[in-house]
């Protein structure tokens, strides 16, 4: 079933490019060049341009076998690991079956879980981290280079606090969340299971920014009112500017 994964370097507990070292690390020795800018100088023989042909029909199995896969990169600049990641983040999702994982290149894995459920814990929660560093995932659909997928950042929950009631309105609010990130979602009475009186707001924050620490609120007449912005699950202590 996961066969035409191969390629990936998928496996389950055993790191396939690293079974002859024993270990393998997080950060390669550089990149390959582009196979379109070699063609331009080379003379192909006949026998090089012989060609496999996936049918359609089989096409059509590969993409149902690939379903539910994520990419990840782990925004650090540092070597570590690909072993030690996969069981930190085995460990910390916590999925109904341990998922399937591969390198894909240089700070690049690939996971594929086993139902859409796992799937969204992985993709749609977290903020996940990794020995501090934030731990970027996506959304994959198994054929784009992992090279050229793009990061968008690092999903968190952030709550700002002591919006005064009369403008705690939907258009306040979405105006104050672009100050911090892309917003997905926004909570307008939450439980409050935090101390203080906030809006919950799910959003993308930018890991090459600091985080915004506070936000300022204007009323022409009134004046202005700065207000706190704070994360959940201990973002603030995740290494975002590298």
């Known amino acids: 079933m996961f066969s035409h994964l191969l390629a990936l370097g998928f496996h389950r507990g055993v790191d396939m490019a690293s079974s002859e070292t024993?270990?393998?690390s997080g950060v390669a020795t550089g990149k390959e060049p582009e196979i379109n800018d070699l063609l331009q100088h080379l003379d192909l023989r006949d026998d090089e341009q012989d060609e496999v042909v996936i049918g359609a029909e089989a096409a059509k199995e590969f993409h149902m076998a690939a379903r539910w896969l994520a990419i990840a990169k782990v925004h650090t600049t540092r070597n570590f690991s690909a072993d030690a990641l996969f069981e930190k983040m085995k460990a910390i999702w916590n999925l109904s079956r341990d998922p399937i994982y591969g390198e894909a290149g240089e700070n690049l894995f690939v996971f594929q879980m086993h139902c859409m459920g796992d799937w969204k814990k992985v993709v749609h929660q977290g903020p996940w981290t990794f020995r501090g560093w934030a731990v970027l995932i996506e959304d994959y659909d198994g054929k784009e280079d992992p090279e050229k997928i793009s990061f968008g950042g690092l999903y968190v929950w952030a709550q700002i606090h002591g919006i005064p009631e009369l403008y705690r309105?939907?258009?306040?609010?979405?105006?104050?969340?672009?100050?911090?990130?892309?917003?997905?979602?926004?909570?307008?009475?939450?439980?409050?299971?935090?101390?203080?009186?906030?809006?919950?707001?799910?959003?993308?924050?930018?890991?090459?920014?600091?985080?915004?620490?506070?936000?300022?609120?204007?009323?022409?007449?009134e004046g202005k009112k700065w207000l706190f912005v704070k994360y959940e699950r201990s973002v603030s202590s995740v290494n975002i500017v590298v």
């Open 169 to 221: 309105k939907n258009s306040v609010v979405d105006d104050l969340a672009r100050q911090i990130g892309k917003t997905k979602e926004v909570q307008m009475s939450p439980k409050l299971f935090y101390v203080g009186n906030y809006v919950r707001i799910r959003m993308m924050i930018d890991v090459h920014s600091s985080l915004k620490r506070v936000v300022k609120l204007t009323v022409e007449g």
């Open 22 to 24: 024993g270990s393998s």
